[in-house]
């Protein structure tokens, strides 16, 4: 049924009617007579282009190659138009398409076509109205047959998009479902490492109140700062879970703390100046670059 509504839309489409479908008679009568010769001219037109002649290497091929189009023009002027001579139509197409045959080189062969039917109707019939006729329903014919046929390329074409596309949608949606699933064991692994930075100030606090006070508090305040800093990390994770941008300017912010508390530490350790002098130095520079990295977020942002 898809195919017989396919046929009429195209009949009508082209205003192809059942008035052309009597001229195609009169057609027939003028130039079937001549299509040994028209198979004739054209397989020279094809063997002057060396890619359309690479198609006929022996005189077999030559010969079915004619055969093949005398069959294609009688059903041209005899067929009834219908939803048979539809399928034909679709079978020489998928033909060319199997055979690798470029698109225009079937639309080029059927302009050659035209134009010697079109000499030929010219130089024979002598009535002006009815060689008007004649000349309409032959164009419309050629055309109905060159649309058909270079559908299959479009057919075609279309295939290769859909798989294309049917794989890269299954690619991205496994990306999508490994990137969450790494997303998922980073926030694992943050947790984990917040956890240990909660012993670690446990330990602090206890060297605190059993050893050196100042020393511990010290300590402590630098687990301190590096459990908040993890606390935003779970935080800008959890967000970016759940679809949030993740901001650059976070990890800047977790080396600064971590210089911080680095400075805390070597405060009370036997540091020769030169290593303190580097740490502050780490500092400076991390602190530049926090301001450069703010100072383009908010600019994004604004």
């Known amino acids: 049924m898809e195919l017989m509504e396919s046929i009429k839309e195209i009949r009508q489409q082209f205003e192809f009617t059942d008035e052309d479908q009597k001229n195609l008679i009169r057609l027939g009568e003028i130039l079937l007579p001549l299509r040994d010769q028209f198979a004739d001219e054209f397989y020279d ?24 189009f005398k069959s294609w023009f009688l059903g041209l002027l005899t067929s009834k138009y219908d939803n048979r001579y539809l399928l034909q139509l679709q079978k020489i197409g998928q033909v060319h398409v199997k055979i690798g045959l470029e698109s225009f080189y079937v639309d080029a062969s059927m302009s050659f076509v035209r134009e010697q039917c079109r000499r030929q109707l010219v130089a024979q019939i002598k ?19 060159l649309s058909i046929m270079t559908s299959s390329y479009q057919e075609e074409q279309l295939k290769k998009v859909f798989v294309s596309h049917k794989a890269e949608e299954h690619l991205v949606h496994f990306a999508e479902r490994l ?13 984990v490492l917040a956890l240990g930075v909660v012993s670690l100030l446990g330990h602090d606090i206890y060297i605190a109140i059993t050893g050196n006070l100042e020393h511990g508090v010290i300590r402590a305040l630098g687990s301190l700062l590096v459990l908040w800093m993890m606390i935003e990390l779970l935080n800008a994770e959890i967000g970016h879970l759940r679809g949030g941008k993740f901001s650059v ?34 500092l400076l520079v991390l602190g530049i670059i926090y301001f450069m990295v703010a100072k383009v977020e908010q600019q994004k942002s604004s």
């Not at 037109?45 to 093949?68: G, M, V």
């Not at 109205?129 to 014919?141: G, R, S, W």
């Open 45 to 68: 037109y094809l063997s002057q282009n060396p890619k359309t002649a690479a198609y006929f290497k022996t005189e077999k091929a030559i010969e079915r190659r004619k055969e093949t």
């Open 249 to 282: 300017r976070i990890f800047v912010e977790l080396a600064l703390v971590a210089f911080i508390r680095k400075i805390f530490v070597a405060s009370f350790e036997s540091k020769d100046p030169t290593s303190f002098m580097l740490l502050l130095g780490g």
């Open 127 to 145: 009535d002006g109205v009815c060689k008007e006729d004649l000349l309409v329903t032959m164009h419309k014919a050629l055309d109905i047959n």
């Open 179 to 191: 990137l969450h699933g790494l997303n998922l064991f980073l926030t694992i692994g943050l947790l």
